[in-house]
């Protein structure tokens, strides 16, 4: 059961953040390993709150897996939560939390824990899901910059990671 915890500070302001985490349909565009995401829906429903149901494919080399996700981000818990639905894993919970600093600043709280069903799956497979976790900040942090430029510019705190 993999699992990986990060907390990263960026010099951005976290509804900036959240929006980038929260736009999952773009992550073919950027995040390391994933070449498809279906949205099958998206719903707001309490204020505050986004609940996106879509299917994405990640592949390493020849090898690609698919599975259904249900994303759910909270603006007032400044939250982001994920977990598959449907799949070849066991379980796979994703959490991003968005703690601001100030206007210009956010620390970023980054986990995922996942399992495979099938052990010989899993070690084949894992090998694809460790590469894209262990990039996935690194990967956001570099969508962030594009996005927002003149953000990226002042962001002197950038850069500064903790691995838990």
Known sequence: MPSTKKTRLLGYGWSELFDLVLDVKSYPEFVPHCRAVKMLSCKRQEPGKTIIISRMTVGFLTFQIDYANRTV????????????????????????????????????????????????????????????????????????????????????????????
């Open 73 to 164: 981000g909270d603006e007032i818990a400044r939250r982001i939560s994920v977990e598959a639905i449907d799949g070849p894993m066991r379980y796979l919970r994703v959490g991003w939390n968005f703690e601001a600093l100030d206007e210009d600043h956010t620390q970023l709280h980054f986990s995922v824990d996942y399992e495979f069903n099938n052990p010989v799956l899993g070690a084949v497979a894992s090998r694809a899901f460790n590469a894209m976790f262990g990039e996935i900040l690194n990967a956001f942090e570099r969508r962030a910059a594009r996005l927002f430029p003149k953000r990226a510019a002042g962001g002197a705190a950038r850069g500064r990671s903790r691995q838990v």
